[in-house]
């Protein structure tokens, strides 16, 4: 192999070249960035020039946003990690230096300084000034100098521009990365734009002429993944045969895939569950919990693969993760493709921090011995004579604890809040995100800093620690927010869902008569009514991204319940209101989602908010100042009020324009005093339950006849 300098110098008319003169088209432009535009840099300032921004051409540092999933902020960053940093390791730059990442095809750049650059990733057509480079090696363009990155051949779907000295861009919540359904970072919140500028760091020092070939991923069109079991398993979700399926098929990758998750197409499991109960109508359906990027997600009987845009809390079921070291092979997953999930043992998941032959990258196949054999559970043990917790693992470097049984009791909430706050306040080495569920925590950590079994132990500990969940007492904001019921942007959602993904769904045409058909009420009045007396106890943030809670009635007489879309929807309208199993949630901003509409509301999420630094693992800073963007707290109480589609509109607008007028009023959530309102109103809430019993069990028959559930 030739390891020469390879420079390339200016053509002498870049006006003439057809690839720079063609007009990019940005898979998303027609989402508008509310973020403001970042400084044109100075004209000294070393700088690149968008000639042509490519299809999907965003900003991405590793490892991305990290601290903030607890209440809806996914890490985003590379989807493929490996080329980014290989890219920057041997240009001199730090491992997560910013850099490009191109989907389907990448842009034209105009350097205004000689500038070296490494383009690595899916096989594509790399030129500059119109001399065709190879990709993997280090180029300097000249000043002035143009660099064409064309349509990708494949295998593969994204590629990475690394620059000497990384792209100099504003950080949000800690990190450069652009998160485009958020509308921040990357310095726009969008993808790259024709006419567009972006500074650059100060030079680093070359280190090597080209990534070596040992080091440089394998490509292929069939795809092998590393997974470990769990955290949901067989046989209490999925039955043995499921499991055997899911790890002796080759799926296909779906053209409905992104970055916050591949979609892929494959047999639909038999089940273990005739249905999620208070969570759902559907198996899949469970109380919600926090996801991790590489799960393979169940909603309903799709499969999904998790990215780094997606989700960080949600109710569905996942019964393999795959390992660190392999996720970097999620962002080069391309439609047609075929992909196998290959179990190992956790402990012998390559080492994620590696870049070299120890990460096992340049191997088309996963070499394996064998699987933990245990079905996603970690251990189990007994908190007191009423309830027990499972720690269950969530690929090499999670755990997911849960406290009692598959019930919705606030008393678990209680002890979930019990162990989060003690464990930011011991604040252990190694834990990277801390995130609640209704009854369980995800604890991500580094296993080379704390390894798991470590973990274990000292969670072992700290349940000896915790105070009695009968004594917890914790601020609860009532805060009032207007709903607008039957929203149209809701309605839009069902007819795009009806004409796109199935028009013969039980839910549609209107989901609030499917609500009340579920709960047994006389009429679509009762829904509203008691959408409307109800008051919502905010159990999660994030159900959906950026602050989006999950919430249930305080009391459960209100206490809707309902299944989730199967399949998924594929849009959602920003802050849409929706009911899944017992639970309500505000979505965060446009994307998938699954819960039934109710109507919309005001945003919970404001994107003026210009926050700093970052919250560490797990951390609320309980404001909602302008350093924090999101609006709501755990064990805050919502409550509507009715406001016409006209009205919400200009509330929104008012609130994107930075005129936030919320009321909340300060109170406390006493466990104690809730289980003595439970204790005095028992008979009323059982005579409520058991019509809503009734009505649940005509509903799962109906599907059933219809083949919507399996015997």
């Not at 998303?28 to 004209?43: G, H, K």
């Not at 180029?139 to 990384?166: C, F, K, N, Q």
């Not at 024709?194 to 292929?220: C, H, I, K, N, Y």
Request: charged share 25%; hydrophobic share 40%; aromatic share 8%.
């Amino acid at each position: 192999m030739n390891l020469t300098d390879t420079r390339v110098e200016p053509a002498a008319d870049l006006a003439s070249t057809s690839m720079v003169e063609a007009e990019g088209a940005g898979l998303d432009d027609t989402t508008e960035p509310t973020s403001d535009a970042p400084p044109e840099p100075s004209p000294t300032q070393r700088r690149i020039d968008v000639v042509r921004p490519g299809m999907q051409t965003t900003v991405q540092d590793w490892p991305g946003r990290i601290g903030y999933w607890h209440i809806g902020v996914p890490p985003s960053g590379p989807m493929d990690d490996l080329s980014l940093r290989l890219g920057n390791r041997v240009l001199g730059n730090p491992e997560g230096a910013a850099g490009l990442e191109c989907t389907l095809g990448g842009p034209a750049l105009r350097f205004s300084e000689p500038t070296w650059v490494c383009v690595t990733g899916a096989v594509a057509d790399v030129r500059v000034d119109g001399i065709p480079v190879e990709q993997w090696r280090t180029v300097e363009v000249a000043a002035g100098g143009v660099l064409d990155v064309g349509a990708i051949r494949g295998p593969g779907m994204r590629t990475y521009i690394m620059i000497s000295g990384g792209i100099d861009v504003d950080e949000f919540l800690g990190s450069a990365a652009t998160f485009t359904l958020g509308k921040f970072g990357g310095g726009t919140g969008a993808a790259l734009r024709a006419d567009e500028s972006l500074a650059l760091g100060v030079p680093s020092t070359r280190l090597a002429p080209a990534v070596p070939m040992a080091d440089q991923p394998a490509f292929a069109h069939r795809w092998e993944l590393a997974v470990t079991e769990g955290p949901h398993g067989a046989p209490e979700f999925f039955t043995r045969d499921d499991f055997d399926t899911i790890l002796g098929t080759d799926y296909e990758v779906h053209f409905n895939s992104d970055r916050t998750g591949v979609r892929l197409i494959g047999p639909k499991p038999e089940w273990a569950r005739t249905d999620g109960g208070e969570a759902g109508l559907h198996p899949s359906n469970i109380h919600d919990n926090a996801y991790t990027v590489g799960a393979l997600d169940f909603t309903g009987d799709t499969p999904i693969l998790l990215g780094p845009d997606g989700p960080s809390l949600g109710g569905f079921v996942c019964p393999v993760t795959v390992v660190a070291a392999d996720r970097w092979k999620l962002g080069q997953l391309a439609p047609g493709d075929k992909v196998r999930f290959v179990p190992i043992r956790s402990e012998q998941a390559a080492p994620a921090a590696e870049l070299g032959a120890r990460r096992r990258a340049c191997f088309g196949t996963v070499l394996s011995a064998g699987r933990d054999g245990d079905d996603g559970v970690l251990r189990r043990t007994e908190v007191d004579d009423e309830t027990g917790v499972t720690y269950r693992r969530q690929g090499d470097d999670g755990v997911l604890v849960e406290y009692g049984t598959l019930t919705l009791d606030l008393g678990l909430r209680a002890r979930v809040h019990a162990l989060h706050q003690h464990l930011i306040a011991v604040g252990l080495r190694g834990v990277i995100e801390l995130t609640p569920g209704i009854r369980s925590l995800q604890i991500r950590v580094d296993p080379t800093v704390l390894p798991i079994p470590r973990l274990l132990d000292l969670l072992a500990e700290a349940e000896a620690q915790l105070p009695n969940s009968d004594q917890l007492v914790v601020p609860s904001r009532t805060v009032h927010l207007p709903l607008s019921w039957d929203d149209p942007a809701t309605r839009e959602a069902i007819t795009r869902y009806m004409h796109g993904v199935r028009a013969d769904a039980p839910w549609c045409p209107w989901n609030i008569e499917f609500i009340r058909r579920m709960n047994g009420l006389p009429s679509v009045d009762d829904v509203y009514k008691t959408v409307f007396d109800a008051e919502y106890l905010v159990l999660g943030l994030g159900d959906v991204y950026l602050g989006a809670p999950v919430a249930t009635p305080t009391d459960p007489r209100h206490r809707l319940v309902t299944t989730k879309y199967n399949p998924a929807r594929t849009w959602t309208p920003e802050n849409a209101v929706g009911i899944g199993g017992a639970y309500l949630c505000i979505y965060g901003m446009e994307g998938p989602g699954g819960y039934q509409f109710v109507g919309r509301t005001t945003q919970v999420w404001n994107h003026r908010a210009r926050p700093a630094g970052t919250a560490g693992p797990g951390v609320d800073r309980f404001a909602t100042d302008a350093e924090t963007p999101w609006l709501l707290r755990y064990f805050d109480r919502i409550k509507w009020h009715p406001v016409e589609a006209d009205e919400l509109l200009d509330l929104r607008a008012d609130f994107a324009a930075g005129k936030v007028d919320i009321t909340a009023t300060d109170s406390e959530f006493r466990l104690a005093d809730y289980r003595a309102f439970l204790t005095d109103n028992a008979r009323s809430i059982e005579e409520f339950r058991a019509v809503q019993a009734e009505a649940f069990a005509a509903e799962r028959q109906s599907w059933r006849s219809a083949g919507e559930l399996a015997d």
